[in-house]
C-alpha cells in the first residue's frame, strides 16, 4: 500500500508541479478523511503549502489512477488465469498510463463471442495464414487450394479465413493501435454534414451543415454543439483521416503493413497489403474513430465543466449587499409581481402580491403598496429579478422612487439581480421546510431578496446545475459536472466562513467535515438552546465527534462570542499560538485585533513551534490584522440604461452598462436589461490579443459595453469591450481559435487549416455561443 502510495504520489506531484513528499502527505491525509479546504488552510506545514487547486487536481487524478489500477489487477487475475500471463507482458501491464492503453494490450486476452477469425482456426487456416507470412513468394491462391475440403468450398474461402486470423492478429496488436491512434489524433479532422430533409428543422445547427476543421483543435463548446446537432439528428459527423491523400496505399495501410514488413512486389506481398487495407476500411477504422470521436466528447466536456465551474465559483463569491433590509421583486405580467420583505438577517417580515400590468393595470395601488413597505420597514435595498418583467417593473419602481418626498428619508436602492435558480428553490423541500405555510410563488420574492444580501448563502440552497451559469449542461456527464460544482460549492463556503449562529442547515451542509445531518443537528441544538457561545459548544451537538469538530470548527465563526478568537479564522488548536502572540504584544486580545502596525513588528519565526510552522504563524497574523476578513469584492451594481428596454430599442454603437452573466473561452455574456445577453467575443474584450475571456472578466462583473450588431429575429447581439468600438474585431477574432467557423478544406493537404476563419465581425462565433442551456 505504501509503495502504491509513493507512485501514484510520484506521478501526480509532475503533474501539479510539486515533490512527491507533498503530494504522499495530501493523499494521506485525504484517505483520512480530511476535506480539500481543511488541508489547504490548516495542515500548510504538512503539504508543504499545497493549495485548494492543486489539492482538487490531486484528488481528481488520486481517483483516476485508483481506478487505473484496479483495472490493471482486474485484467492481470483474467490473463493469469487463461495461463497466458508472462514477465513481458505483466511489465507492459504495469507501464500502461492510460486506460486506453491498457485495454489495447487487454484486448488480445479479452473473453469475447466466436469470432470469424476463431471458426478460421477451428477449420485449420492457421498454417495457411502462417505460410504466406513466412514465405511471400508463393502464390496464395496456390496454397490455399491445399486447404479446401469438407468444411472450406474453394480457395478463396480458404483465403478470406487467413484473412481473418491476420486482420484479428492486427487489430489487437497495442503497439500498432496505439501508434495509429496517435496518427489520426495529428492528423484527422471532423467533418460535420447536414442530414438530408432536415434543413429547416434544424436550422439552430446551420453553421455545421458544411463544417470540417483539424480534430486535434476543435473547442469544446463547438465539439457539444456539434455532438447535440447529431443527437438530434440533424448532422451526421465523421473523422476523416487523409482523405485527400490520392496515392493507392493510404499512409494509414502502410502503417498497418508495416506491423508485418509487407512492402515488396511478391504474390504474398501483394495478397497481404490487401489484407492490411481490409483490416482499416472494416475493423481498425470504425474502431479508432469511436475512440477518437470518445475522445473528442470527453474533451469537451471537460472544457464545458470546468468553465461552468469557474462561473459558479464567481458568482458564488459575488460581492454581497450586506444584512440590509431589502424588498425582493419577481416580475410577474398576467400573474402579478410578487413581493417578500426580509430585514437585515434575512429573515421574512412582508409579503404581498401586486398588480401594475395587464390585465389589472393597477400602477397607482402597486406603487403605494410599495411605498407603504419601504416605509414601514426602513428598506435599503429593492432586488428586482431580472425575468419577464424585469425592466417593467424596474421602470416602475424607478418612478415610485422619484415621487417619494425629500424629507421621506433615504431613498432604497433598486438592483436588478439573476433569478436563474428561484423557481427550482421555490418547489424544493429546502424552501418548504423553511417557509411551510408560504405559497410557492413567494417563496422566490424571498430569494430574489436575499440573493442581493448574500448570494452565496441563498445560492447552497439550490442545486448547483440549476444556477444557469454553464453551456450545454445537459449535454455533459451529469456525475463529473455535479462532482465538480460540488466542489467548488464546497471551497466557496469554507473561502468566505459561515457565521455558526445564523446560518441555514443549507449552508452549514457545506462545511468542512460537516453535512446534511449534522448540519441540521447543529440548527436543531441551536434552536432548542439559544445561539452558541463558543466554538467548543459544538462537542454538545448530537453526532459531532472530535473528527468533526478539528475539520469545521476554522470555518464556522462566533460574534461577539465569549471567546475573542471564535470570531477570526483562527483554529482552536493554535490558540496557543495566537495567545503568545497577543501576550508578546501585551496587550488583550480584542485591542489587538486590527492593529496592523503593532502585529506586523513581530517576527513571525518567534512563535513557531514544534507542530506550527511558519505558514500556520503568519496565518494567524494575517487574520488577527483583519479578523474575520471576507475575501468577496466590495459590492456595485450596474445601472441599465433608460428607454432600453428590449433588443428592438438597440442600436450599433450604444454604450451600456451591463452585468456579466456567463463567461467561456471564446467570450463573455453581457445582462444590458434587454432580456436576452448580448456577447462580447474573445476578440472584443480587449485592445489586446486575449486567448482566454476569464483572463480580462468573470461572472458577476460591471462591465461598459458598446453595441456592435443586433440580429432580432435570431435574438443575437454582439457587444464589444474595446476602446475602438469593435473596428479590429475582425482582425483579432482571427488569430482566436475560440469562436468562428472554419473555412471549407482545400482539396490540397498541406493546405488544410489549422485554425477557423472569422466570418464577418463575429459570425459564427455568435451562432456558436448562443446555442446554450
Not at 465523421?238 to 508495416?258: C, L
Not at 460549492?489 to 460537516?514: F, I, Q
Not at 482552536?572 to 496592523?596: H, N, T
Amino acid at each position: 500500500m505504501a509503495s502504491d502510495i509513493k507512485r501514484i504520489a510520484t506521478i501526480i506531484a509532475a503533474e501539479i508541479g510539486a515533490r512527491a513528499e507533498q503530494a504522499a502527505a495530501a493523499i494521506g491525509l485525504l484517505d483520512e478523511g480530511a476535506t480539500v479546504p481543511f488541508v489547504a488552510r490548516y495542515r500548510k506545514e504538512v503539504t508543504g503549502g499545497l493549495d485548494d487547486t492543486q489539492l482538487r487536481d490531486l484528488a481528481e487524478r488520486l481517483a483516476y489512477l485508483r481506478e487505473l489500477d484496479a483495472r490493471r489487477d482486474t485484467i492481470l487475475g483474467s490473463i493469469r488465469e487463461q495461463g497466458k500471463l508472462t514477465e513481458e507482458l505483466e511489465a507492459k501491464i504495469a507501464a500502461a498510463a492510460t486506460k486506453a492503453e491498457l485495454e489495447d494490450i487487454y484486448l488480445p486476452y479479452k473473453p469475447k463471442r466466436r469470432t470469424k477469425a476463431e471458426i478460421a482456426r477451428e477449420r485449420g487456416l492457421g498454417p495457411l495464414a502462417e505460410t504466406i507470412l513466412a514465405d511471400r513468394a508463393l502464390v496464395p491462391a496456390d496454397v490455399a487450394l491445399a486447404y479446401v475440403g469438407e468444411e472450406i468450398a474453394d480457395a478463396k474461402t480458404a483465403l478470406e479465413g487467413a484473412r481473418d486470423i491476420l486482420s484479428e492478429q492486427l487489430a489487437e496488436n497495442a503497439d500498432l493501435v496505439g501508434k495509429l491512434r496517435s496518427y489520426m489524433k495529428e492528423r484527422a479532422f471532423l467533418r460535420a454534414r447536414v442530414v438530408d430533409g432536415k434543413q429547416e428543422a434544424g436550422a439552430k445547427f446551420s453553421d455545421y451543415f458544411d463544417h470540417v476543421e483539424r480534430w486535434a483543435n476543435v473547442p469544446g463548446h463547438r465539439a457539444l454543439a456539434m455532438l447535440r446537432g447529431r443527437n438530434e439528428e440533424v448532422l451526421s459527423l465523421d473523422i476523416e483521416v487523409d482523405a485527400d491523400d490520392v496515392s493507392p496505399v493510404k499512409p494509414v495501410e502502410r502503417m498497418i503493413a508495416n506491423a508485418y514488413a509487407i512492402g515488396g512486389s511478391l504474390p504474398g506481398d501483394r495478397w497481404l497489403m490487401e489484407v492490411a487495407g481490409w483490416t482499416w476500411r472494416i475493423k481498425l477504422s470504425l474502431h479508432l474513430t469511436l475512440d477518437l470521436m470518445r475522445d473528442l466528447r470527453e474533451r469537451a466536456e471537460e472544457e464545458a465543466i470546468h468553465v461552468f465551474a469557474r462561473n459558479l465559483k464567481d458568482l458564488l463569491l459575488a460581492a454581497p449587499a450586506g444584512s440590509r433590509a431589502t424588498m425582493g421583486l419577481d416580475p410577474g405580467i398576467r400573474t402579478g409581481v410578487k413581493v417578500a420583505v426580509v430585514d437585515g438577517t434575512g429573515k421574512l417580515v412582508a409579503t404581498t402580491t401586486v398588480y401594475p400590468f395587464p390585465p389589472r393595470n393597477d400602477v397607482r395601488g402597486t406603487q403605494a403598496e410599495l411605498a407603504k413597505l419601504i416605509r414601514l420597514h426602513k428598506l435599503e435595498l429593492i432586488s428586482i429579478g431580472n425575468g419577464t418583467g424585469s425592466r417593467e417593473t424596474e421602470r416602475l419602481v424607478a418612478d415610485m422612487l422619484s415621487d417619494m418626498p425629500a424629507d421621506a428619508g433615504p431613498k432604497p436602492l433598486k438592483v436588478i439581480v439573476s433569478e436563474a435558480g428561484a423557481s427550482v428553490y421555490s418547489a424544493s423541500a429546502t424552501a418548504a421546510a423553511e417557509f411551510p405555510g408560504l405559497d410557492v410563488s413567494l417563496r422566490g420574492a424571498v430569494s430574489i431578496a436575499r440573493r442581493l444580501q448574500d448570494p452565496l448563502a441563498e445560492l447552497v440552497k439550490i442545486e448547483p446545475k440549476s444556477i444557469g451559469v454553464g453551456q450545454y449542461q445537459h449535454d455533459v456527464d451529469q456525475y463529473r459536472l455535479g462532482r465538480s460544482l460540488e466542489a467548488v460549492v464546497e471551497d466557496a463556503v469554507n473561502a468566505v466562513g459561515v457565521d455558526l449562529n445564523t446560518a441555514s442547515a443549507p449552508l452549514l451542509a457545506r462545511v468542512s467535515g460537516l453535512g446534511a445531518s449534522l448540519a441540521e443537528a447543529i440548527v436543531a441544538h441551536r434552536d432548542a438552546t439559544g445561539p452558541f457561545a463558543s466554538r467548543r459548544d459544538l462537542m454538545k451537538v448530537s453526532r459531532l465527534g472530535p473528527r468533526a469538530f478539528e475539520q469545521c470548527a476554522g470555518f464556522l465563526r462566533i460574534a461577539n462570542g465569549s471567546e475573542p478568537l471564535d470570531a477570526s479564522s483562527v483554529h482552536p488548536e493554535a490558540y496557543g499560538v495566537a495567545k503568545k502572540i497577543v501576550a508578546a504584544c501585551g496587550r488583550d486580545v480584542r485591542s489587538l485585533m486590527g492593529d496592523s502596525a503593532a502585529l506586523k513588528s513581530l517576527d513571525p519565526r518567534v512563535f513557531v513551534d514544534e507542530r506550527f510552522g511558519l505558514p500556520t504563524v503568519r496565518d494567524i497574523l494575517a487574520e488577527l490584522e483583519k479578523p474575520g476578513r471576507d475575501p468577496r469584492p466590495g459590492f456595485k451594481t450596474a445601472t441599465f440604461a433608460d428607454g432600453v428596454d428590449d433588443i428592438r430599442d438597440l442600436k450599433p454603437g450604444m454604450l451600456l452598462e451591463g452585468t456579466v452573466t456567463n463567461v467561456a473561452a471564446f467570450g463573455a455574456f453581457v445582462d444590458i436589461g434587454v432580456h436576452q445577453d448580448g456577447l462580447v467575443h474573445v476578440s472584443q474584450l480587449a485592445d489586446r490579443f486575449v486567448k482566454d475571456a476569464h483572463e480580462v472578466v468573470k461572472a458577476g462583473d460591471v462591465v461598459k459595453v458598446r453595441v456592435v450588431e443586433v440580429d432580432i429575429k435570431r435574438k443575437r447581439i454582439a457587444l464589444s469591450m474595446r476602446k475602438d468600438g469593435g473596428e479590429g474585431g475582425a482582425r483579432a477574432g482571427a488569430r482566436d481559435n475560440g469562436g468562428g467557423k472554419p473555412a471549407p478544406r482545400s482539396p490540397t493537404p498541406q493546405r488544410q487549416p489549422e485554425r477557423p476563419a472569422q466570418q464577418g465581425a463575429f459570425g459564427a462565433a455568435l451562432a456558436d455561443a448562443l446555442k446554450r442551456k
